[in-house]
C-alpha cells in the first residue's frame, strides 16, 4: 500500500496534478466530519498574493438535524502560516468572524465541469449566505482511502445552468472539534 498523500505533498503540486486527484478522489465520510474545524489553506494562489491576501482559513461541518444533513461555514483566520497557532479573526462582539456557508450535497447524477464525477460537493447556492458567498458549487475529495482526514476541493461557480470552473485549488485536514456553532446570515432554500 502507498503512503498517503500530506497536506505538505498538495502543497507541492501542479493545477493538473491537484485535479487528477479531483477525478479519482475518495468520498467524504461525513459521519467522521460532522462536529469538527478543519484547517485550509489555498493550493492556487502565488506565495506574494498569500502573503497579501491570505493563506489559511477554517472550515466547519456541524450535523444540522432540522435537515439531516451537514451543514459548514468559513472563519477568517489570523495569518500564521499552516504551522502557526490557528487563530480565528473575532468581530467586535467577540464571535469568530464568519462567511460562506455550504451544505454538503451528494453529486450524483449531476454534471460538473471537465467531466468530474465525484461523490460530494459544497452547495453555497442554498446555504443562506448573502450576495457575494452564494456562488459556489465546490466539488470535494478524501484525498487518502479510508479516511476524511484530509480533504481537496475544486473552487467551482454557478451562475444559473453556468458554470465557470477556474483552476483554483484549496485543502483542509482535520483539526480538532467546534467549539462555536454559527447560523448562516439567511434562512436556508432546502
Known amino acids: 500500500m502507498a ?38 489553506t489555498d493550493l492556487s494562489m502565488p506565495r506574494v498574493g498569500q502573503k497579501i491576501l491570505w ?7 456541524v450535523r444540522d438535524e432540522v435537515h439531516g444533513d451537514v451543514r459548514g461555514w468559513n472563519v477568517r ?20 468572524k464568519t462567511f460562506a456557508h455550504y451544505r454538503v450535497r451528494s453529486a450524483e447524477g449531476l454534471r460538473f465541469p471537465k467531466g468530474w464525477r465525484g461523490a460530494h460537493y459544497f452547495d453555497y447556492t442554498i446555504a443562506g449566505n ?17 479516511s476524511s482526514d484530509l480533504l481537496l476541493g475544486w473552487e467551482v ?3 444559473g445552468r453556468f458554470f465557470v470552473a477556474p483552476p483554483l485549488y484549496w485543502a483542509i485536514k482535520a483539526d480538532g472539534p467546534v467549539d462555536h456553532v454559527v447560523d448562516p446570515p439567511r434562512s436556508p432554500k432546502i
Request: charge should be negative.
Open 3 to 40: 503512503n498517503p498523500i500530506e497536506l505538505e505533498d498538495l502543497m507541492t503540486m501542479s493545477g493538473k496534478a491537484l485535479h487528477a486527484i479531483m477525478q479519482t478522489g475518495r468520498p467524504l465520510d461525513l459521519d467522521s466530519m460532522a462536529g469538527q474545524n478543519y484547517l485550509g
Open 55 to 61: 493563506q489559511t482559513f477554517r472550515k466547519t461541518f
Open 77 to 96: 483566520m489570523e495569518q500564521h502560516g499552516i504551522d502557526g497557532p490557528r487563530v480565528p479573526m473575532r468581530n467586535k462582539n467577540g464571535d469568530p
Open 130 to 146: 448573502g450576495p457575494v458567498d452564494r456562488w459556489g458549487f465546490t466539488p470535494v475529495v478524501a484525498v487518502n482511502e479510508g
Open 157 to 159: 461557480f454557478k451562475f
